[in-house]
C-alpha cells in the first residue's frame, strides 16, 4: 500500500525544526520536572515490589500533548532504520509511547503499527493477549516508560514470541539501572534507553549546588 507524504506543521525553536538534541533536553527537562521524586524516608514503594529514594511517574509526562510528541519523533528517530511492522508493550506505560511513535512514523511514509499487550487475556470473545494488527507483523519493537526489573517487558516479549513476532529491540524513556536491563538482554534483546537514573542525579546535584 502506497502512503501520501505529509508535511506536518513541526514545533519550531528559534525559526528551525526542532534537531534531535533540542528535542531530547526539552524532553528530560518535563521528566525531571513533572515525573521524577526523590524521597530519602520513607521511599517509595515501586510495582517492582522494591522500595526505592526514585520515583518516576513518567505518565505525567507520555499523557502530555507536548511530551507525547517529543517521545514520538524521539523513539521514532532510534527504530527508524529497523525492518520493523509494529511497536508496542505491556499496557499501560507502553501505550502513549507506541501510539505517538507509530504517528510519527505515519508523518514518515513508514508503517509501523501500535500493539497493546495484555496484562490479563481478554475474558470473551477470541480471549486474546495482543490488540493490534497481528496478522501483518513478523517483527516488532518492545517499548516501556522506565525499567527497573525489566519484567514487565520480559513479559511483553514473552507474549508477542508466542504468537512468532520476532522481537528486534527494546526502547524504553529511563532505565533505572537496577539490573533491568540485563535481565532483558539475558532473552537476547538489546536495550536502547532514551535517559538513565544517572543523568537524573546529576541533574539534582547540579541544582543542590545552585542552593
Not at 44 to 72: H, M, Q, R, W
Not at 120 to 148: L, M, P
Request: one cysteine or more; charged letters at 30%.
Amino acid at each position: 500500500m502506497a502512503y501520501k507524504k505529509t508535511n506536518p506543521r513541526r514545533r519550531e525553536e528559534g525559526g528551525k525544526e526542532m534537531n534531535e538534541n533540542v528535542m531530547k533536553k526539552r524532553l528530560f527537562s518535563l521528566l525531571y520536572s513533572r515525573s521524577f521524586r526523590y524521597r530519602e524516608n520513607p521511599p517509595y514503594s515501586l510495582a517492582s515490589g522494591k522500595t526505592s529514594p526514585y520515583y518516576f511517574n513518567c505518565k505525567a509526562v507520555t499523557l502530555d500533548p507536548e511530551g507525547c510528541t517529543l517521545i514520538g519523533k524521539l523513539v521514532f528517530n532510534e527504530i527508524k532504520e529497523f525492518n520493523i511492522d509494529a511497536i508496542g508493550g505491556l499496557t499501560l506505560g507502553a501505550d502513549p509511547i507506541s501510539l505517538s511513535t507509530s504517528l510519527e512514523a505515519y508523518q514518515n511514509d513508514i508503517r509501523v503499527t501500535p500493539l497493546i499487550v495484555r496484562k490479563e487475556a481478554k475474558g470473551y470473545g477470541a480471549r486474546c493477549w495482543v490488540e493490534g494488527d497481528i496478522e501483518n507483523t513478523n517483527r516488532a519493537v518492545v517499548v516501556d516508560d522506565v525499567i527497573t526489573t525489566g519484567q514487565s517487558i520480559i513479559f511483553a516479549i514473552d507474549r508477542l514470541r508466542n504468537l512468532d513476532i520476532e522481537i528486534d529491540r527494546v526502547v524504553v524513556l529511563i532505565d533505572r539501572e537496577e539490573e533491568g536491563r540485563e535481565n532483558i538482554e539475558a532473552k537476547g534483546v538489546g536495550v536502547i534507553s532514551l535517559f538513565k537514573k544517572t543523568d537524573f542525579d546529576i541533574k539534582k546535584s547540579e541544582l543542590y549546588r545552585r542552593l
